[in-house]
């Protein structure tokens, strides 16, 4: 079976998340999680080829189950997130729905490792997860700027300057090979770390 690394991807970006924003309390670990994971699972949004379908499926369980759990954890401990959707500007809310939702779907049908893994895309998105919740933006750039560092390293090319053509990759890895095991574990340890460390 071919893998996307989907969750190495989830997990260093959630990892690398808590790094950087470091969480002060355990509310802002909802944030990091939530964003971190966002980020990092939103940029292979375009895979629905079988061969990499179920690796990439699974991940997308784990990040549906650590959002709502999140999210939950956040509502019920009157986290940043669900106030701050709640309080917001109802134009920025809608601006940044909107825009979250056409570059998805945008994104959803373009080829693989092509506009969904661009700094164009990360940047837009990012755009709209301000837009909708800006204590969420920084993990979510974070997770999702992780993402294309780990395929950059990979054998097959991403269109980080699209709509430039000119494909880019380090081939250091293959996605099926050892590194692959090697980042989740990095991701998973780092992730507990980070969190545990910073609150
Ligand atoms: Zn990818």
């Known amino acids: 079976m071919k893998k996307c690394w989907g969750h190495t991807h989830l997990f260093v970006g959630i990892a690398a998340a808590a790094v950087i924003a470091q969480p002060k309390n355990v509310g802002a670990c909802a944030v990091v999680v939530l964003g971190g994971s966002l980020g990092a699972i939103i940029c292979d949004i375009e895979v629905k080829s079988n061969k990499y379908f179920k690796d990439v499926y699974y991940s997308r369980i784990t990040f549906g189950a650590m959002a709502i759990l999140a999210l939950l954890f956040d509502f019920l401990m009157g986290g940043v997130v669900c106030s701050y959707i709640l309080t917001n500007n109802w134009l920025y809310t809608l601006i940044g729905a909107v825009t979250f939702v056409t570059v998805c779907l945008f994104g959803y049908f373009s080829i693989h490792r092509t506009f969904t893994h661009s700094i164009l895309y990360v940047f837009l998105l990012g755009a709209a997860v301000g837009l909708l919740c800006k204590p969420l933006a920084l993990s979510f750039l974070v997770g999702a700027v992780m993402h294309l560092v780990l395929d950059i390293v990979n054998k097959k090319p991403i ?41």
Do not use: E, M, N, R
Not at 166 to 172: D, F, I, N, P, S
């Open 159 to 199: 269109l980080l300057l699209y709509p430039v053509s000119k494909g880019v990759c380090l081939k250091w890895f293959t996605a099926d090979g050892v590194a692959d095991k090697v980042f989740l574990a990095l991701g998973i340890v780092g992730s507990i770390i980070a969190l545990y460390y910073s609150t």
